[in-house]
């Protein structure tokens, strides 16, 4: 990130209180296992409220003047800087993999100690891990990018989180893509992109 991008951010950015978020997400999860809803609801209900986040969050990024992914390769990068955007801090790793199987690319994002949403809590069950408001945003945010991205679907789960005892927090977004554009990117990049 330029010095330039780090001052704003520091100093343009509005921010959220991260303990506050966890808190309020906190207390939504407890409420609901409290009146009996299962995990899978749970994990249903704070998506959808994630994907109202997902429509606010997509226009003020970019009014503030966040980077634009021109194709599905972009996002990788736009993903890094979106995150910058939201918490200040950088993802760990970040690599495409491409699924011959499925003819499809999976976008693999990890924070080494987990989430600003997620480190240092502890899920109230562990099938529901808390990255899904953030989670909710963002297949909202794909579903945004669709048409200019050029992909058939798009879908993203948490594959790992710490609030449920992972080592890490793994974020993973599945892009179908047309066949030809798929052997294309294998054809010029082999089986991984390693973004950072």
């Not at 699924?99 to 480190?119: A, V």
């Not at 069950?125 to 808390?130: G, Q, R, S």
């Not at 669709?146 to 993973?172: M, T």
Request: proline share 2%.
């Amino acid at each position: 990130m330029s010095v330039k991008r780090k001052f704003k951010w520091i100093f343009g950015t509005e921010k959220i209180n991260i303990v506050a978020f966890r808190a309020l997400e906190m207390a939504i999860i407890q409420d609901m296992l409290n009146r009996g809803k299962t995990p899978v609801e749970i994990r249903s209900f704070m998506e959808s409220l994630g994907r109202y986040f997902g429509d606010l969050l997509y226009i003020h990024y970019h009014i503030s003047g966040g980077d634009v992914a021109r194709d599905v390769l972009d996002i990788g990068k736009i993903a890094n800087s979106f995150y910058v955007f939201l918490f200040g801090e950088r993802i760990d790793k970040i690599y495409f993999e491409l699924n011959g199987n499925s003819k499809s690319i999976l976008l693999h994002l990890i924070s080494y100690d987990g989430m600003p949403t997620c480190r240092g809590a502890v899920s109230p069950h562990p099938e529901i891990k808390l990255g899904s408001f953030i989670i909710g945003g963002i297949n909202r945010i794909l579903e945004i990018k669709k048409s200019e991205l050029e992909f058939i679907a798009a879908r993203c789960w948490e594959q790992k989180c710490v609030s449920v005892g992972d080592d890490i927090c793994e974020v993973i977004i599945q892009f179908e893509i047309r066949e030809d554009v798929f052997n294309a990117l294998k054809e010029k990049y082999g089986g991984i992109i390693n973004v950072k």
